[in-house]
């Protein structure tokens, strides 16, 4: 199987030569089990020289011309000329020679054609390759060996030409066997093969022949061959490692430099290598794991572990773009409140919720395509169902489209203190299926858009200028006309120059709006500044004075702030005119006292 340059003086080179001599040693009649086992590891060990010899020297094997074709051709001259003069003896010599010389050279051939096949082919391409090319060589030769001599060798004569053609039938069972024993090599050795041309390919095989040669590889590898490992790969799977690590570090520390240099979105770059930051470590893992595995199984490209990986990649990446975008998305919707933008927080948020419903979607749809699925007939299968997953699902789709009411609507947005359905609270978000509401005693209620988007909605925040203040104020009866007529002005005059009350001479800007033109701009954007002092009613046990105003704020603490205020005014407003407050009383009258 194994050739060097032939030299003169023996007819096979030394490979050949030193298997047919392990040969002779086995089948002498004087060898003991212990030289029997020694001559077997000899042979062995022998294989495995030879097959690393060749592998790194692979292109000139491969471009070295035929060692055996000068001879065959010679010989075969000589057998006719043998086979004219009748030396039987001598053309049977040369015609045993012949078969060894071209068994040997349908080897070479072989061996040619399995280096070659070894580039641009995965392993399993690679393997079937190999299956071929080792039947070919057994159909090559079965005209070859077809002949039996053994009856040759028990012929007694002092004939040379016989003696010699003993010595070549011996020497051709030999080379029968040896051709054997190639063949079950390399199908043994295909993975080792496979290595070492990728050892080659990268120009490591000389280092890595040269580890796997010395002292502690052939003290080591025993252990490690039990895991499937030896010295070489555990020190590539560790250098790759290392390099892995160190590449990564590298690229972090010029990444962070770049983006710290960057002007214009160095807020985005920041934010978003932050977010992605681990993604990026769990894609340099999984990366490893995937060259660790690839190293480890001989550069073995295995369709399951493909796929896996290929399946992880596709995750990863799809969860990167889904941060990426949420991190734009944030920085978006914190520039639009600094800049009191009129595009609102809830269609950005819904309609981020919505591309990543669409990344999420499309990462599932690589993943099972790198699972091997059929994407055609996934498709088709949901185009077939569409009626099914239609009704299934007829209240998620009300809600998504109640939301959509919701947002174009404009009458509520987050942070709203809303009245609807029988709840009130705080709007936390209006999300594509269900609204949240923070209620005032601290509960979480969610409320279905599509229910919301058809129930009344009290907004109180859809306010400008103007949160109402209404008193009953009850005086006693028996308070003077003139004393309440004064009383009235007074607290008018009071809620008119008062600094928190809304007023006709109250200035505010209006909203500029586009639209249509609307009666009441004042209603139109929540505006309110009436203010009505008036002598309203009699009641059973008191006379009541109406307060109606509005104050200038619309935040509740402001506004109890204000009211208080007025409502210490109006004690001292009534002190000072003799009035009295009124409670619920009943007098009795006694009709035979009078």
């Known amino acids: 199987m194994f050739w060097v340059t032939l030299s003169a003086e023996v007819r096979y080179d030394p490979f050949i030569s030193g298997q047919i001599q392990y040969i002779d040693r086995l089948g002498s009649v004087d060898v003991t089990q212990e030289e029997i086992k020694r001559i077997l590891l000899q042979q062995k060990k022998s294989y495995a020289d030879g097959l690393e010899d060749i592998m790194s020297k692979k292109q000139a094997y491969i471009d070295k011309m035929g060692i055996y074709d000068s001879k065959i051709f010679a010989l075969e001259k000589i057998i006719k000329i043998n086979k004219r003069a009748g030396n039987k003896y001598a053309v049977l010599r040369d015609e045993v020679q012949v078969k ?76 029968i066997d040896i051709n054997t024993d190639v063949l079950n090599y390399l199908r043994i050795s295909e993975n080792k093969m496979y290595r070492l041309n990728k050892y080659s390919k990268y120009n490591l095989i000389g280092l890595a022949l040269l580890v796997q040669k010395s002292r502690v590889a052939d003290t080591i590898n025993p252990i490690l061959a039990e895991y499937g490992l030896d010295v ?169 489209f109640g939301t959509l009411s919701i947002l174009f609507s404009d009458v509520l947005s987050q942070g709203d203190w809303i009245e609807v359905h029988g709840e009130q609270g705080v709007v936390v978000e209006i999300g594509t299926r269900v609204t949240t509401l923070r209620t005032f005693d601290n509960a979480l209620v969610a409320i279905p858009n599509a229910i919301l988007a058809n129930e009344d909605v009290k907004n109180w925040n859809k306010r400008s200028l103007g949160r109402r203040i209404k008193m009953d104020l009850g005086i006693k009866y028996d308070s003077k006309s003139e004393d309440i007529k004064n009383t009235i002005y007074e607290i008018r005059e009071m809620l008119d120059k008062h600094h928190a009350i809304a007023t006709e001479n109250t200035e505010h800007t209006y909203r500029q709006r586009s639209g249509p033109r609307l009666v009441s701009q004042d209603d139109a954007q929540g505006i309110k500044k009436t203010l009505l002092v008036y002598l309203d009613e009699f009641t059973d046990s008191s006379i009541n004075i109406l307060v109606y105003c509005f104050t200038k704020s619309v935040d509740w603490e402001d506004w109890l702030a204000t009211k208080e205020d007025i409502m210490h005014k109006i004690m001292a407003i009534f002190e000072k005119n003799n009035i009295e407050f009124a409670f619920p009383s009943l007098s009795i009258y006694n009709e035979q006292m009078k």
């Open 232 to 400: 070489v790969k555990l020190m590539m799977i560790v250098f790759l490692i290392l390099i892995i690590y160190i590449t990564r570090k590298f690229i972090y520390i010029i990444v962070e430099r770049k983006v710290a240099n960057i002007e214009s979105d160095k807020e985005y770059a920041k934010e978003i290598l932050h977010s992605i930051r681990k993604h990026v470590e769990r894609l340099i893992l999984v990366l490893n794991l995937n060259m660790i595995v690839y190293v480890f199984s001989d550069f073995n490209t295995q369709d399951v572990m493909v796929k896996l990986f290929n399946m992880l990649y596709s995750g990863i990446f799809a969860l990167m773009i889904y941060k990426i975008l949420n991190v734009v998305a944030k920085i978006k919707i914190n520039n639009l409140d600094s800049h009191n933008s009129k595009v609102k927080n809830d269609v950005i948020n819904v309609g981020i919720k919505i591309v990543n419903f669409m990344v999420l979607i499309m990462g599932l749809m690589l993943v099972l395509h790198f699972a091997g699925a059929n994407l055609t007939a996934i498709l088709s299968g949901l185009g077939i169902g569409g009626l099914a997953v239609a009704l299934a699902a007829k209240d998620s789709l009300a809600n998504f």
């Open 100 to 175: 060894s010389f071209k068994i040997l050279t349908n080897q070479k051939n072989m061996m040619r054609t399995i280096l070659s096949a070894l580039d641009d082919t995965s392993s399993v391409e690679f393997s079937k390759k190999l299956d071929k090319l080792i039947a070919k060589n057994i159909l090559d030769n079965r005209h070859l060996v077809k002949d039996d001599y053994q009856n040759i060798l028990n012929v007694k004569s002092t004939s040379k030409a016989l003696a010699r053609a003993k010595e070549n039938i011996e020497d051709f069972y030999a080379i």
